[in-house]
């Protein structure tokens, strides 16, 4: 079965510094693929960044990165310069191959100071 | 991207009703349908997932009587949460995909109040 473990229920950050949103995972499924989504108060699921398991290079999506350690089973979401607008829940959530379902992590709550 | 249109995004019944709740998906042809529940602070839960012309297959402890779904077309899910309790009361959301291996686009989400 697979699991999804972000252990951070609460970060804090100032504008224009970068922040770190751990993310660890568990799966016996040698393909997986690993996703990171931003959700707003409004509720809307936003697409973030997406690391396949075989993927050599770390995700790269604007200011978001995604430092994918995979011996580790981590993949931690990296925001740099962050914004007011970033302040949201973000989720980690990861696909087997083997089915198409996705399962998410708690969720972190992000918040940007001015 | 693609998009998935749900609604309604928000609705408010009386308990002992029952509300359906559509996702349709604007630009692609979905095969599968996924339908997740998250309460206030909580993270997403997956209810069922629904391949277009078969039944849907519930995840343990979601009640397929009380949660009918329904995904008759390629471009059409309906949630409906029959007899709603006030425990009900949740944000319901939609995704779908082409493919397993595919993208996933998530609706806007339907925020249920049941009094």
């Known amino acids: 079965a697979q699991k999804i473990t972000q252990t951070q229920p609460g970060m804090f950050v100032q504008e224009k510094e970068a922040v770190t949103l751990d993310c660890t995972y568990d799966?016996?499924?040698?393909?997986?693929?690993l996703f990171w989504y931003k959700q707003p108060s409004s509720g809307e699921m936003i697409f973030l960044i997406y690391q396949g398991s075989y993927d050599q290079q770390n995700a790269t999506e604007g200011r978001y990165s995604l430092n994918f350690q995979k011996a580790r089973k981590s993949a931690n979401l990296v925001i740099s310069a962050s914004q007011l607008g970033d302040s949201a829940m973000y989720f980690c959530a990861m696909r087997e191959t083997s089915g198409s379902r996705l399962t998410f992590g708690e969720g972190t709550q992000l918040t940007v100071n001015p | 991207g693609a998009v998935v249109s749900q609604h309604p995004s928000r609705v408010i019944c009386k308990s002992g009703t029952s509300v359906k709740i559509e996702c349709r998906s604007l630009?692609?042809?979905?095969?599968?349908m996924f339908w997740y529940r998250q309460f206030p602070k909580q993270s997403l839960m997956l209810m069922a997932t629904?391949?277009?012309?078969?039944?849907?297959?519930?995840e343990q402890g979601v009640e397929k009587d009380k949660f009918l779904i329904n995904h008759a077309s390629l471009t059409l899910s309906t949630l409906t949460v029959t007899s709603a309790h006030p425990e009900d009361s949740s944000f319901y959301i939609c995704s779908g995909t082409v493919s397993n291996t595919g993208e996933l686009f998530f609706g806007e989400g339907s925020r249920l109040t049941v009094l």
């Open positions: 799966t016996s499924d040698p393909s997986y693929g």
């Open positions: 629904s391949n277009e012309g078969s039944k849907a297959t519930y």
């Open positions: 630009d692609f042809q979905a095969t599968t």
